[in-house]
Every structure is written in structure tokens, then in C-alpha cells.
């Protein structure tokens, strides 16, 4: 028994532990140089819709339901200098918006329909209002 106990430490010896290098990172704040470019979505259908905003590959923020001739507003910020869609935090930290999409309530993310956000730098784009409606197992926007 004390050989498998001495022929395991001496496998396992080799192994470090690493560590993880922790770096600053500044966090910006405001919307000083930001454009406004609020997306308006109302709902013309007669079932619900949900519009959710993707800031990393792996978390999303769902920015609330639209009820049936009701709307949601998507509060996006635009920094034209780098061509980047920002949403605002509780703390007004600026945290980049990867994508954004609108589906039916429940199963929004099965039925998405894209927002398409133009990413051009320099290029200013403009508040934008869009009509989304239930057609099929999907959700149809213009």
C-alpha cells in the first residue's frame, strides 16, 4: 500500500498549480462621446414578445416583454470612434452589446428575429423603430 501512496506523489509531483494573472481593466463610465440610438420595437401581433440584448457569448440581458400593441424600448448607446452598440448598467458603466434580438415570449430565443446594429466607425446611426408581429413559429420584423 505505501508503494501506490509513494508511485502516486511521485506522478503527481510534476504538477503546479497555476496561477491566474489578474490585470486592471478600466471601466469606463457615462456617455461622454456616446450617441444615443434608442431602438423602439412595438409589437403589432397578438401574442407577446420578448427583446433581449447578448453583452458576452455567454450572458445575455432579456430587456423586458412587449405586450400585444404595446412596445420595448431598447436603450443602446453608440461610440462612434470604435464602431461599438453599448448598453448602460445601474452604475452607468458602458458594457458592449455583442447582438440583439426580439422573439416570441417564452421561446424568444427559438423564434428570434435579429436587430441588426451597423457597425461603422465614424458613422452615426439613428434612433431606429421597427413593427414586429408572431408569423409562424418565428417573429417577423420591419
Not at 37 to 56: K, Q
Not at 121 to 134: V, W
Request: aromatic content about 8%; hydrophobic content about 40%; proline content about 6%.
Amino acid at each position: 500500500m505505501k508503494w501506490r501512496l509513494g508511485v502516486a506523489a511521485f506522478l503527481l509531483w510534476p504538477i503546479q498549480a497555476q496561477a491566474v494573472e489578474l490585470r486592471h481593466i478600466d471601466v469606463v463610465t457615462g456617455t461622454d462621446g456616446l450617441n444615443h440610438v434608442p431602438v423602439d420595437v412595438r409589437n403589432t401581433g397578438v401574442v407577446p414578445l420578448s427583446c433581449t440584448i447578448e453583452l458576452a457569448h455567454w450572458y445575455s440581458i432579456t430587456l423586458g416583454d412587449a405586450l400585444p400593441g404595446g412596445r420595448s424600448v431598447i436603450d443602446l448607446w453608440f461610440d462612434p470612434a470604435k464602431g461599438a452598440y453599448l448598453i448602460l448598467n445601474g452604475k452607468q458603466e458602458n458594457m458592449p452589446v455583442e447582438s440583439a434580438w426580439c422573439g416570441i415570449a417564452g421561446r424568444a430565443y427559438q423564434t428570434r428575429t435579429p436587430i441588426v446594429l451597423s457597425r461603422n466607425t465614424g458613422a452615426i446611426p439613428q434612433p431606429r423603430e421597427m413593427t414586429c408581429a408572431a408569423s409562424g413559429d418565428r417573429l417577423a420584423c420591419k
